[in-house]
T-cell receptor
Framework: QKEVEQDPGPLSVPEGAIVSLNCTYSNSAFQYFMWYRQYSRKGPELLMYTYSSGNKEDGRFTAQVDKSSKYISLFIRDSQPSDSATYLCAMSLSNFGNEKLTFGTGTRLTIIP | EAGVTQSPTHLIKTRGQQATLRCSPISGHTSVYWYQQALGLGLQFLLWYDEGEERNRGNFPPRFSGRQFPNYSSELNVNALELEDSALYLC??????????????FGNGTRLTVT
């Protein structure tokens, strides 16, 4: 079993829809959770990060962490064609550096105009 | 602010050859990370360099090696190339510290194809 599981998709939704992207994990010691967005032929860019459980909102994006279920989500409201990308979740132990980041395999999202 | 730059963009090699990939970090960043992104496998951590020293390496064979120069740029060398080495190789840089204080900034990668 992989430490972090992410549905690879592809996921296609119409413009304006609410998108839900999810990851599950097995290591209960993970405390820092991130979402990266990767456009085609580009490197990943950090979209959002959250520490421990709870929600964090940034514009149209909401990151949610449920540590009891070992489940994290990224919600995109009013989705736009420019949101079409691969979304990668990542997580780490809070006291460690980036060499301990564990990434999901990514979900490819397409927003249909 | 210039981002992380990688060269070349594409690299085609034959099995058994050596490949050299280069990375320039964001100005002020001392840490450089190398990742392999193969289809269906996600980002796999390869190497971490900081202040010119190799600090950690992932679960890859010794034919994957590299170095960091005094100006903090880095190169990744892959010897005795195998077909399964075909992947996107991403370089990232960060400041020092724990991950939530020093997020990774990625370059656009080098696409290595081994034939």
């Amino acid at each position: 079993q992989k430490e972090v599981e992410q549905d690879p998709g592809p996921l296609s939704v119409p413009e304006g829809a609410i998108v839900s992207l999810n990851c599950t994990y097995s290591n209960s010691a993970f405390q820092y959770f991130m979402w990266y967005r990767q456009y085609s032929r580009k490197g990943p860019e950090l979209l959002m990060y959250t520490y421990s459980s709870g929600n964090k909102e940034d514009g149209r994006f909401t990151a949610q962490v449920d540590k009891s279920s070992k489940y994290i989500s990224l919600f995109i409201r009013d989705s736009q064609p420019s949101d079409s990308a691969t979304y990668l979740c990542a997580m780490s132990l809070s006291n460690f550096g980036n060499e301990k980041l564990t990434f999901g395999t990514g979900t490819r999202l397409t927003i249909i105009p | 602010e210039a981002g992380v730059t990688q060269s070349p963009t594409h690299l085609i090699k034959t099995r058994g050859q050596q490949a050299t990939l280069r990375c320039s970090p964001i100005s002020g960043h001392t840490s450089v990370y190398w990742y392999q992104q193969a289809l269906g496998l996600g980002l796999q951590f390869l190497l971490w360099y900081d202040e010119g020293e190799e600090r950690n390496r992932g679960n890859f064979p010794p034919r994957f090696s590299g170095r960091q120069f005094p100006n903090y740029s880095s190169e990744l060398n892959v010897n005795a190339l195998e077909l399964e080495d075909s992947a996107l190789y991403l370089c990232a840089s960060s400041g020092t510290g724990v991950s939530y204080n020093s997020p990774l900034h990625f370059g656009n990668g080098t696409r290595l194809t081994v034939t």
